[in-house]
């Protein structure tokens, strides 16, 4: 028997590459108000429900006997809280989180996996580990940071269930076309060269990030579901283990779109809390669920790059971090 999951902002470009890739699997429920998602990201076959994770009566909607959430709504990125005050970024995000699990208690579902960030870590020193104090850097990071703490605390009143942080490092892939200038720089440097527009690199393009493709997320995710273990509160790097610069990225970018378009290097506007490097120490994720990260990311650029879907794209901007 199928074990059946709830996915919030299942119709986004995480939750819907999960739903899409795990549904033979599982028998899945994507909930999504399509603030950032595009209900066209899922496939026909998945029960999709329109709602708002902030609700209850709208989780209610997707029914109540699940195996396992996976909790992905909210704000996703720190230009969210730059644009039109904090209130509405810290409430989608806060209170979909403590609803979810409020849900999660309510309905005995004993697992709740939950996207947690690698913002968090700032300028830390490299490779980041899960067990370095961690000082958030902007309001999108301390979200975040609540619910590491959040989830320790209803896990010390709980201590049956499993609720387990990913902090991400930067995930890109197919699907992210309804999150546009939020969206990934790889897929910024994509639409960039579609347009035919030169992309724009802050600085000298030295910087380096992680950046690790959606279907090793999604396997994580999996092995998480499947593991036999018990975790309470835990907190896991989802990485490669491997850090690229944003010079390498937009030469593999230009040959997997062979295009001939050079980027444009400007002063590096962000004066406060701009992250030089990224690379995650993946040891506790590899020994704990078995994780290996599977996509190079050449051939994930090039896979990007072939389902690029240009009429779904939908604001971008330079503002984006680079």
């Known amino acids: 028997m199928k074990k059946r999951i709830l996915i919030t902002g299942g119709a986004g470009f995480i939750g ?64 969210m809280f730059n644009e039109n005050g904090i209130t509405e970024p810290y409430r989608n995000s806060v209170v979909s989180f403590t609803q979810v699990l409020d849900f999660a208690v309510k309905n005995n579902i004993r697992k709740v996996l939950y996207a947690s960030t690698s913002s968090l870590y700032g300028n830390n020193p490299i490779p980041l580990t899960e067990n370095q104090t961690v000082i958030p850097p902007n309001h999108y990071a301390v979200t975040k940071h609540l619910y590491e703490e959040c989830a320790a605390c209803v896990a010390r009143i709980k201590p049956q269930m499993d609720i387990i942080g990913f902090r991400f490092m930067s995930v890109y892939g197919p699907n992210e076309e309804a999150k546009g200038k939020y969206a990934n720089i790889i897929s910024q440097f994509i639409w960039d060269i579609a347009r035919q527009t030169a992309p724009v690199i802050y600085g000298d393009g030295t910087q380096n990030r992680d950046f690790t493709h959606v279907s090793d997320v999604v396997q994580a995710l999996q092995l998480a579901i499947e593991s036999d273990q018990h975790f309470g509160a835990k907190v896991f790097n989802i990485g490669t283990g491997k850090a690229h610069s944003l010079n390498e990225i937009v030469s593999a970018v230009v040959d997997a779109m062979q295009s001939d378009i050079a980027p444009i290097y400007i002063e590096n506007p962000v004066k406060e809390g701009y992250v030089r490097g990224q690379c995650a120490d993946i040891s506790k994720i590899k020994d704990e669920l078995g994780y290996a990260p599977q996509v190079q990311l050449a051939d994930g650029i090039r896979d990007q790059v072939a389902k690029l879907r240009p009429e779904r794209i939908r604001q971008t901007s330079s503002d984006e971090l680079r």
Not at 42 to 54: H, N, P, R, S, Y
Not at 57 to 68: Q, S, V
């Open 16 to 79: 819907s590459n999960f739903c899409n890739l795990g549904q033979e699997k599982y028998d899945i429920v994507a909930l999504d108000n399509l603030f950032l998602g595009d209900r066209n990201n899922l496939d026909k076959a998945i029960t999709f429900v329109e709602g708002d994770a902030c609700k209850q009566e709208d989780l209610e909607k997707c029914g109540t006997d699940f195996d396992a959430i996976i909790h992905l709504a909210g704000s996703s990125s720190a230009p």
